[in-house]
C-alpha cells in the first residue's frame, strides 16, 4: 500500500487587487476554500487576512497591482502564501513595541502558526510571506510534526 503524500494540496488560489477592500475579499476566499468546520478555520482566516493587509501597506503595491493568495495543506498543517510586488525599504519583520497602537500584523501570525517566513523572488519579481498553521486541535496533535515551507508560489 502506497503511504499518503505529505506534499500541500492546494485548496485555493487567486489574484487580489491592492486594495484595502481586498482584504474582506481575502477572508471570505479562505473561509470558502477551507470550510466552516474545519477545526483551524478561525486562526487561518485571522491569518490571511493580517498577511494580505501587510502585503497591501507595506510592499509597492498599488490599485493596479496584484496580491497572489494561495491556501494549500497536508492533513496537520494548513499553509498561506501571500505574494506581493515587495518594496525597496524594508522586509517583513515582527515589531519590537509590543505596545504600538498598530504594525502588530506578523506579531499576530508568529503567534498563530507553527513557522512563518519570507522569500524575496528576486528584483522585480516580489516576495511571498507564508506561515504554517496547525490544522488539527492541540489534543490531537501529532509529536512530531514537521513543517517545511510551501513550494506552490517558488518559480524556476
Known amino acids: 500500500m502506497k503511504a499518503p ?5 492546494v485548496l485555493g488560489r487567486t489574484g487580489l487587487p491592492g486594495v484595502h477592500e481586498a482584504v474582506s475579499r481575502a477572508r471570505s476566499e479562505v473561509r470558502g476554500w477551507l470550510g466552516d468546520d474545519h477545526p483551524a478555520v478561525d486562526d ?7 498577511l494580505v493587509t501587510n502585503a497591501i501597506r507595506h510592499s509597492d503595491s498599488g490599485p493596479g497591482d496584484f496580491i497572489g ?6 492533513g ?3 499553509y498561506i502564501e501571500v505574494n506581493d510586488p515587495g518594496s525597496l525599504f524594508s522586509g517583513p519583520h515582527v515589531r519590537r513595541e509590543p505596545y504600538a497602537e498598530d504594525g ?13 517566513g519570507a522569500r524575496e523572488l528576486g528584483p522585480g519579481l516580489g516576495r511571498t510571506v507564508w506561515c504554517a498553521i496547525r490544522a488539527v486541535p492541540h489534543s490531537e496533535d501529532p509529536k512530531n510534526l514537521s513543517v517545511s515551507e510551501p513550494t506552490s508560489g517558488r518559480s524556476g
Open 76 to 78: 496537520e498543517v494548513v
Open 44 to 50: 487561518v482566516v485571522l491569518a490571511a487576512s493580517e
Open 69 to 74: 493568495l494561495t491556501l494549500s495543506a497536508t
Open 104 to 116: 502588530r500584523g506578523l506579531l499576530i501570525i508568529r503567534e498563530l502558526s507553527l513557522e512563518w
Open 5 to 9: 503524500s505529505t506534499e500541500p494540496k
